[in-house]
């Protein structure tokens, strides 16, 4: 069902006026939607911080973003323009504006580079590839997709050491590092 101005205003009690004059309308009022998810996404994932293993820090980084997706599973689907939002469409300068969270994995990449711990490349390269393998990780995840015998947590935990490892990483020291983020949790 698509969101409307009078679905929004009758579902939180409120007059279609309010949307207007607070928001402008609907599409300012998913714009603002989408920027606080990113807002939101870019918090959890700063929170990460950085420590001596850099690898462990693009682990951690990849459950931020998973946990943010579970947290906010509405807000994910907005966010990645996925949900009805009534002939709403994000803009280009709506989707840059989610794309500086994508800085963050990027500088813990450059360090795995730096640390020998990643092949020498082109680290915002690595960086998409990590973001576009976890994105449909969770987007299958709330989906439901996921089941035993390879339910969610086995497939991200299969996912992010296959993303590290095929990086450059060795297999003994990515689990290690892996180990170490999730004592972080």
Not at 57 to 66: E, K, S
Not at 74 to 86: D, E, K, R, T
Request: hydrophobic share 45%; with cysteine.
């Amino acid at each position: 069902m698509a969101l409307t101005t009078r679905r929004l205003a009758a579902d939180v009690g409120s007059s279609t006026m309010a949307v207007y004059t607070y928001f402008g309308g609907m599409d300012d009022l998913v714009r603002a939607v989408v920027h606080e998810g990113f807002e939101r996404l870019n918090k959890r994932m700063t929170a990460v911080g950085e420590t001596a293993d850099p690898v462990a820090d693009v682990a951690a980084l990849g459950t931020a973003y998973r946990t943010n997706a579970l947290d906010h599973r509405a807000l994910y689907a907005v966010m990645f323009g996925g949900s009805s939002l009534g002939g709403f469409s994000l803009t280009d300068d709506d989707r840059q504006y989610g794309r500086f969270t994508l800085e963050i994995l990027v500088g813990a990449v450059t360090r795995c580079m730096a640390a020998g711990r990643f092949r020498q490349g082109d680290a915002q390269l690595v960086a998409h590839q990590m973001w576009i393998a976890l994105h449909g990780l969770c987007t299958l995840e709330l989906g439901g997709y996921l089941a035993d015998p390879y339910d969610a947590e086995v497939c991200f935990n299969a996912q992010v050491c296959g993303l590290i490892v095929g990086a450059g990483d060795s297999m003994e020291a990515a689990m290690n590092s892996m180990e170490q983020s999730r004592k972080r949790e």
